[in-house]
Structures are given as structure tokens and as C-alpha cells.
């Protein structure tokens, strides 16, 4: 579903990405792991075409995307829920979700069946429905990030740190909705900090050092290398 060949990237004249390469299959949910200053969300960024590609090709399903607009890029169907949650703070939480279908506004039952999904996933958004995105919580507003690139029908669901910042209780929430996205079969490109509970969802993974691909296998053959472990789980 995403195929990433050789790809280089960075910003002005310094190249942060050097050459990587890396697959998602339709369904799976890959992780890139790595420490700060790795390059992991540079590789989200010029995915998305966030990030200027200076060399190699991105592929999302049989077309390529690489060089395109990121607007176009989610228009096609790869969505990113980005770090720092990024909600819109002076609008309510139904209309950050609504936004999120922006690009199939005409399917009017539609989108009222998926927000239903949304706030069945995330009950305390229904709560908070009529509430401005600005005056939740940390983990409410990374509930309400999640729902609004859902509402958007992803092919390919990319998540930047999702649990940066929050409480160790809402980081497992954070956790099992993904998972049930995963349920779904939606294949999910995860970056993240928290390697412990990102290998334990991933099918696959890649530890990404100084902007190349160190370590690559399953979640469980990561978690048991004894590189990650001592550097990424602590043990």
C-alpha cells in the first residue's frame, strides 16, 4: 500500500533522510522507531509532501506521489495525525470532526455513520461534543486528532507520536484505539517514542538512526534484539 525507494530528504542544503527505504503492506501497521533527532518525522513530512524529496520515490498503492502537493497526497488517501495534536482551538469538537471529511462533504449519511464510529471509539468526545478543541485535555485533544483524520477514510493512516506528552493511563487508551483502527484493517505507518508499546502493535518495524535504517524486522523480533532493548525498552 506504501512503498518508499531509496528516499532522500531534508531541509535547505541538509539532507536528513539518506536513502531509505521501507514498506507497508494493506493492512499491516508498520513502526519506525529511533531516538530524537533521528529523522522519523522527516520521513512522515516528505511522505505527505510536507518535506521537499530530493531523490527516490514514494509510492502510495500503484501510483506515485512523491513531488505532489501534500493536499493532493491526502486527497488520495494517506491521512497523517500529527504530532502535537494540532486541533483547531476555537472550534468545537463535532466541527474538528467534520473537517476531517472535508474532501467527501457531499455524503452527507455517510459521514453522520462515521462520526457515529468516531464517538463510539472515543465516548468522551460525545461528552465534550459542543466543547472548543482548545479546551480539552491533552489526551482528549489527541482522541479528537485521531477521530478527525478517521473521518477522512484513510488507505493509509500515519501517526506522529501519538502519545508524546500524555499520562501513562491515556497513552493505553491512545494504544487501544489504534488497534481497534487496526482491526478495521487499516494499514497504519506509526511513529513513536513509547518503542515498547509501538512493537507490541506493530507487524513490522524499522529503527532509524541518523536518517538511515539500522534494524529492521516483526514487532516481536525487535523486541527481543538486544540492541532495542537496552536502547529503546530499558532492559
Known sequence: MLRVEN?????????????????????ECV?????NGAGKTTVLRAICGLVPVTAGKVWLADARIDG?????????????????RQVFPEMSVIENLELGAYRRSDDRAAIRRDLEEVLTLFPVLSTRAKQDGGTLSGGEQEMLAIGRAMMARPQV????????????????????????????????????????????????????????????????????????ASAYLGY
Open 157 to 228: 493512516f500515519i501517526f506522529d507520536e501519538p502519545s508524546l506528552g500524555l499520562a501513562p493511563k491515556v497513552v493505553a487508551e491512545v494504544g487501544l484505539a489504534i488497534a481497534r483502527i487496526k482491526a478495521r484493517g487499516t494499514t497504519i505507518l506509526l511513529v513513536e517514542q513509547n518503542a515498547d508499546m509501538a512493537l507490541r502493535l506493530a507487524d513490522r518495524g524499522y529503527v532509524l538512526e541518523t536518517g538511515e535504517i539500522r534494524l529492521e524486522g516483526t514487532g516481536a523480533e525487535l523486541r527481543s534484539h538486544p540492541d532495542v
Open 68 to 84: 505532489c502537493k501534500g493536499h493532493n497526497i491526502a486527497r488520495r488517501g494517506l491521512v497523517m495525525c500529527p504530532e502535537g
Open 31 to 35: 513502526v519506525l522507531i529511533g531516538v
Open 7 to 27: 528516499l532522500r530528504a531534508g531541509y535547505g542544503k541538509t539532507e536528513i533522510l539518506h536513502g531509505i527505504s521501507f514498506s507497508v503492506a494493506a493492512g
